[in-house]
């Protein structure tokens, strides 16, 4: 079992465990392909009051995010986590290890 201690570490860790698809699938986004494009369509902006499909989007590499409405942008899973939940960069990480069960 590995035990996180390193903040660094840990958010490269927590990266390479969770792919992006998956944690923005989780966190009830609704991920559309948009033809051979890394950037994939995201469902309603989590940010804003968005009724209007087609501005959220995700990178399904690297997991990054853009609403193209609001501006909201982050480049990772650890940020929209930071975000959405309103947490410190080591709150995030510990809710995606827990949440996760990255350890």
């Known amino acids: 079992m590995r ?3 390193h903040m660094q570490l ?4 927590l990266k390479e465990m969770i792919a992006p698809i998956d944690f923005y699938i989780a966190e009830g986004q609704e991920v559309k392909t948009k033809g051979g ?8 902006c989590p940010f804003h009051d968005d009724h209007h499909v087609g501005s959220f989007y995700i ?4 997991g990054s995010y ?6 909201a942008t982050g480049g990772d899973i650890i940020d929209f986590t930071q ?6 960069f080591g709150e995030a990480i510990r809710k995606l290890a827990r949440q996760w069960r990255v350890s």
């Open 66 to 71: 853009s609403c193209f409405s609001c501006g």
């Open 37 to 44: 494009s890394p950037w994939k369509l995201g469902g309603l």
């Open 3 to 5: 035990t996180i201690y």
């Open 83 to 88: 975000m959405k939940y309103g947490l410190s």
């Open 59 to 62: 990178h399904d590499i690297s």
């Open 10 to 13: 840990d958010a490269s860790y």
